[in-house]
């Protein structure tokens, strides 16, 4: 089976700077895909960033990236200039027809 | 935002009362799924559903149960709550015809069971 660890339960980071999340995953497939998730405080899960297994360049949406290291089964997220609204928790999550989900980290963002 | 939907948002009830959590998509996804979270804590995939009248148990053991009538509900119903039942539920759903499998969460139903 699919396993998704999350090491950080928690994290902080001061306003404007950068932080990563760390991810790692078992599988044996080679074709998947990997997503990090974000959920605000009694708010709505929304998807934060995809990656496709077969695609070796690192995703990157604005200010949120990737560090996909396929042969060490790694996927963190680093989130740069971090903001006050950035403050949630980040599912990592992998996905080959069944959807598994890490524990998630809580990140705080101190102004 | 997704266009998915979950009623109530927020729900305290008695013990031993009969409940119904509403969820619906109108995405056309085939693919629909309840989750059961607690506050900051993990998610734990309890339903799902590949289609109508398709429905199959998930890695958590839940005392719930599902329907798939139509496409675009996907209901959890609580025959007798107890306070164990107390916790956040989480609704999505995905297009089946979509490799990536893309998750998209409705808001939540939190439950408190007194």
């Known amino acids: 089976a699919q396993t998704v660890t999350q090491s950080q339960p928690e994290m902080s980071v001061q306003e404007a700077e950068t932080v990563t999340l760390s991810c790692t995953y078992d599988?044996?497939?080679?074709?998947?895909?990997l997503f990090w998730y974000k959920q605000p405080p009694s708010r709505q899960m929304i998807l934060v960033i995809r990656q496709e297994a077969y695609k070796q360049q690192n995703a990157t949406e604005n200010r949120f990236s990737v560090n996909f290291q396929k042969a060490a089964k790694s996927f963190s997220l680093k989130i740069s200039d971090s903001q006050l609204g950035d403050a949630a928790m980040y599912f990592c999550a992998y996905n080959n027809n069944d959807m598994r989900f890490g524990a998630g980290t809580r990140l705080t963002v101190k102004p | 935002e997704a266009d998915i939907y979950q009623t109530p948002r927020y729900l305290v009830i008695g013990t031993g009362k009969k409940i119904t959590l509403e969820c619906s998509q109108t995405m056309g996804h085939d693919k629909m799924y309840w989750y059961q979270q607690d506050p900051g804590m993990e998610l734990h995939l309890i339903h799902y559903?590949?289609?109508?009248?398709?429905?199959e148990k998930g890695d958590l053991s839940s005392e719930s149960t599902v329907s798939r009538i139509r496409t675009e509900h996907f209901p959890l119903t609580l025959e007798s709550a107890r306070p164990s039942h107390t916790s956040q539920y989480l609704c999505a759903s995905s297009d089946g015809h979509q490799n990536t499998g893309e998750l998209f969460f409705g808001e939540g139903s939190r439950l408190t069971v007194l």
């Open positions: 599988t044996s497939e080679s074709d998947y895909y």
């Open positions: 559903s590949y289609g109508v009248n398709s429905t």
